[in-house]
């Protein structure tokens, strides 16, 4: 996969999802809650956009838009690369949606320890650190401090740890609501109807 789709797509501090885009998908924020209790999580996808450019030239912008949208579903919603490449992660629901007149991708997993989802041990009285990816910054948190990396750090009892990342610089790229919307006419209605 190709380096600037593996920075573009980098969601935390494991893994990224390897859609094998034609063109180029880009994210504007990232947003991981954890559970530790239960040992729940969800990661959202904030802003799918695809940016349209073929490195061959040889089709359209409309044609590599298309075909970014058609692999995020073939890929992220139905195919099993999310679980080779989140093998920590016991994945149980994942989906594309509209929020706020943008497309969006969640995940619901569970996990076994805070270490198979990017938070690493700090100290005994602050035991959950989560630290920002290169190229990316945290701009909300429910955490208590933040070191002089940009981590931020959660004391000893937290169950309930948020971090929502944003990329520098924001993308640019196409919505692909539009497409989204389109797909979604086409699909059967879950209740049965149609």
């Known amino acids: 996969m190709d380096q600037s789709i593996r920075t573009r797509l980098a969601a935390t501090g494991i893994a990224?999802?390897?859609?094998?885009?034609?063109?180029?998908?880009?994210v504007e924020r990232w947003v991981l809650r954890l559970d530790l209790g239960s040992k729940r999580g969800e990661?959202?996808?904030v802003n799918l956009t695809s940016d349209g450019n073929d490195a061959s030239g040889k089709r359209s912008r409309t044609q590599v838009e298309d075909e970014?949208?058609?692999?995020?579903?073939?890929?992220?919603?139905?195919?099993?690369g999310l679980d080779h490449e989140y093998p920590r992660?016991?994945?149980e629901a994942r989906e594309l949606r509209e929020d706020n007149g943008r497309l969006s991708g969640v995940v619901r997993f569970t996990f076994d320890d805070p270490a198979g989802v990017g938070v690493d041990a700090y100290d005994s009285a602050r035991p959950y650190r989560y630290c920002p990816?290169?190229?990316?910054?945290?701009?909300a948190t429910n955490a208590r401090w933040r070191d002089g990396n940009g981590c931020v750090i959660w004391p000893?009892?937290?169950?309930?740890?948020?971090?929502?990342?944003?990329?520098?610089?924001?993308p640019a790229g196409a919505s692909l609501l539009g497409r989204y919307?389109?797909?979604k006419a086409g699909q059967p209605r879950r209740d049965g109807q149609g």
């Open 133 to 139: 990816r290169h190229g990316k910054w945290i701009t």
């Open 16 to 26: 990224l999802i390897s859609l094998g885009l034609s063109g180029c998908l880009e």
């Open 43 to 45: 990661l959202h996808f």
């Open 156 to 170: 000893k009892g937290a169950r309930q740890l948020e971090v929502e990342e944003a990329a520098s610089p924001p």
């Open 181 to 183: 919307r389109a797909w």
């Open 89 to 91: 992660w016991h994945i």
């Open 68 to 80: 970014d949208f058609q692999s995020l579903v073939d890929k992220f919603l139905h195919g099993d």
